[in-house]
């Protein structure tokens, strides 16, 4: 079955700093796709971030990237430039092509120190 | 409105009681979803329809009962439900141009959902 874990329940970061929030999932499916979706407190849920597997390219949005290594079924975050508006549940997501299943992590929340 | 929008935002209910949670979508999108999000555990995928047939039920106990009129709005009624039952209800919906193909979903605000 396919499983996406966050190990990170909760993360700090200082505004400006840079932050990195951990994803590893597992799957025997070589085409999939992954997400980084945020959701603010009392806000609705919004992507930030999705890689498609077949690209070893990382995706890149302004000052949030990826670092996907297939290999090792791993999908993190990077945040940089942390801004206050950052903090939120960060949720990390996965889809297998051909099917209408997203799994989802426990998420991590972040929280921005001024 | 624009996007997906979801009504209530909260409920309370008895575990008697019978309700309805709604959600619309502006996008024009063609698959729609029901999730429930509790504390410190996975979005659970609750049920899926495409084109407004269903085509996921996640199994999910007959007390939630979906409903999907037409691809814009999608239904979920309630009825003697559990303390367990209380979370965060989630609709979401993609554009499923034809194929899954790692469609980015477009999440509503939400219900919270609390059974006394």
């Known amino acids: 079955a396919q499983t996406v874990t966050q190990s990170q329940p909760e993360m700090s970061v200082q505004e400006a700093e840079t932050v990195t929030l951990s994803c590893t999932y597992d799957?025997?499916?070589?085409?999939?796709?992954l997400f980084w979706y945020k959701q603010p407190p009392s806000r609705q849920m919004i992507l930030v971030i999705r890689?498609?597997?077949?690209?070893?390219q990382n995706a890149t949005e302004n000052r949030f990237s990826v670092n996907f290594q297939k290999a090792a079924k791993s999908f993190s975050l990077k945040i940089s430039d942390s801004q206050l508006g950052d903090a939120a549940m960060y949720f990390c997501?996965?889809?297998?092509?051909?099917?209408?299943?997203?799994?989802f992590g426990t998420g991590t929340r972040l929280k921005v120190l001024a | 409105e624009t996007g997906v929008t979801q009504t209530p935002r909260h409920l309370v209910m008895g575990m008697t009681n019978k309700k309805s949670l709604k959600c619309e979508q502006h996008?024009?999108?063609?698959?729609m979803y029901w999730y429930k999000q509790s504390a410190k555990k996975p979005l659970e995928l609750m049920f899926v329809?495409?084109?407004?047939?269903?085509?996921e039920n996640n199994s999910v106990p007959s007390r939630f009962s979906p409903e999907c009129p037409n691809s814009s709005h999608l239904f979920l009624h309630l009825h003697t439900l559990q303390p367990e039952d209380s979370a965060l209800y989630l609709c979401?919906?993609?554009?499923?141009?034809?194929?899954?193909?790692?469609?980015?979903?477009?999440f509503g605000p939400g219900t919270r959902l609390t059974v006394l």
């Open positions: 979401a919906s993609s554009p499923l141009a034809g194929a899954y193909i790692g469609d980015e979903q477009f």
């Open positions: 799957t025997s499916e070589s085409d999939y796709y």
């Open positions: 890689q498609e597997a077949y690209k070893q």
């Open positions: 997501a996965y889809t297998a092509s051909g099917t209408y299943k997203y799994i």
């Open positions: 996008l024009g999108h063609n698959a």
């Open positions: 329809y495409n084109f407004k047939e269903q085509t």
